[in-house]
């Protein structure tokens, strides 16, 4: 019997087999098991809407809004129901790309970020109250702009709406803070980086909803067959550009007393230096600022000037998602912030000073400043690799509805890169976990 259940084994998928090997493994199962009721706590939430919303007339705004369906994606569908949870984690996201770019700049915080946990915890604690008002200004930008196209009313600072319009915005700011706290839960007693699997959460909830979508498409079944084939050409451009890596060889030179004489010896290895380094924040930058053009338009197309109104239409029009402009524009602001971010972070992390204080060289090349100007070089060089990819990648919905007539159906590709990094990381996780209990992982 022993002899047919491990032949049973051997013949199933790596994948699954290592996930019964997950199961089996009981401190395992229990922070699998933590994060998925995380995740389920998560959709409860997104579906108690704020105070004092017409469900109804939110749904036949978002049916007929491209650019709030866009937005309503990335928080799994708790914008249109206009939820507590209707901005997700992302003015978390936001405070922390802001900490992370004021680190090297404020002397303060550079010397937190060399004091090891304590200074980490510090800057984590700074980082929870930027997100406070940051979530208040988003969530009153959400509101007006839910005002503009007709699905919420009363929103404003008069007599009359300020009361309503405070409770609506504190309670969208409490629901991202809860939201950060079931990450961090999930950070510390489940699996992978809770922020990112509260986002992946809330984007995966949409798949219901496109399926339903691809059924009233019958009309045009090659146009989905074909958006079909290019989203898994997608995914699989992203899985080899964000495992791409360039091996810098490395060798550690050291010196053993033995017997009374000195020997000299070392260890070589590789310092990788990735392709995509900047992940999806500079997509996350680009259409955030994008966003702003069209939003601030809004509030000029009333004006009582013809040509300031003719201005901000023109703008409104040319930054609403469907316009050939705003994807160039899209395309050059993710190159050139995938540039600046990864420069950003590679200045921080010191590679060449810590090499040094480790006795670590790169044969051929001289250590200090020449070992930093070479890393710097081989990091510029493919940063333009990972930075055509991003712009690619951001740009691809555009191209997608060009070719396949397809319109009901959103291909966002950053949610699509967002799903496969959250996906590749949490398995590598949960490798490391089976691997030190000598199981076979996910990855090979």
Do not use: C
């Amino acid at each position: 019997m022993r002899q047919v259940a491990s032949r049973a084994e051997a013949q199933r998928p790596a994948l699954i087999q290592a996930m019964i090997d997950a199961f089996r493994v009981p401190d395992l199962r229990a922070r699998i098991l933590f994060t998925l009721a995380m995740l389920v706590i998560f959709r409860f939430v997104a579906h108690v809407p704020v105070p004092g919303v017409d469900r109804e007339t939110l749904r036949s705004v978002f049916s007929g809004n491209q650019f709030l369906g866009l937005l309503d994606l990335f928080s799994g569908g708790a914008l249109r129901n206009l939820s507590v949870a209707a901005m997700g984690v992302y003015p978390y996201i936001t405070a922390s790309i802001v900490m992370q770019l004021l680190v090297p700049i404020v002397p303060q915080l550079k010397a937190l970020s060399k004091e090891g946990d304590l200074g980490r915890q510090k800057i984590n604690q700074i980082t929870h109250w930027i997100t406070v008002p940051i979530a208040i200004l988003q969530a009153y930008g959400q509101l007006f702009v839910l005002q503009q196209a007709g699905a919420v009313s009363g929103v404003g600072l008069g007599a009359g709406t300020l009361l309503p319009t405070v409770s609506m915005i504190m309670s969208m700011t409490a629901g991202t803070m809860f939201l950060v706290w079931l990450g961090e839960l999930i950070t510390e007693r489940g699996i992978g980086n809770g922020v990112s699997i509260i986002i992946f959460g809330g984007i995966v909830a949409n798949l219901p909803q496109m399926m339903g979508q691809v059924l009233n498409e019958r009309g045009n079944l090659a146009g989905v067959m074909l958006l079909v084939v290019m989203g898994v050409a997608i995914v699989y451009l992203i899985v080899m550009f964000t495992e791409a890596q360039r091996k810098i060889p490395v060798q550690y030179g050291r010196v053993v007393f033995r017997g009374g004489q000195m020997m000299r010896g070392g260890g070589s290895t590789y310092l990788p230096l990735r392709v995509n380094s900047a992940g999806m924040i500079p997509l996350i930058f680009a259409f955030s600022i994008l966003i702003l053009p069209g939003t601030v338009a809004n509030y000029f197309m009333a004006s009582q000037s013809g040509f300031v109104a003719r201005l901000a239409a023109s703008l409104v029009r040319a930054f609403d998602g469907s316009h050939w402009f705003y994807w160039l524009m899209v395309f050059i602001f993710v190159v050139v912030f995938t540039f600046f971010y990864a420069l950003v972070m590679f200045s921080q992390q010191n590679l060449a000073e810590n090499l040094q204080k480790s006795g670590g060289f790169i044969p051929g090349v001289r250590p200090g400043r020449p070992t930093q100007e070479y890393l710097m070089q081989v990091l510029v060089r493919i940063t333009w690799g990972g930075a055509l990819f991003l712009g690619f990648v951001a740009v691809t919905p555009f191209f997608a509805k060009l070719v396949t007539g397809v319109s009901a159906i959103q291909l966002s590709s950053t949610a699509v890169l967002i799903v496969v990094g959250v996906a590749l990381d949490t398995m590598r996780q949960l490798e490391s976990q089976l691997l030190m209990r000598r199981y076979e992982g996910f990855i090979r």
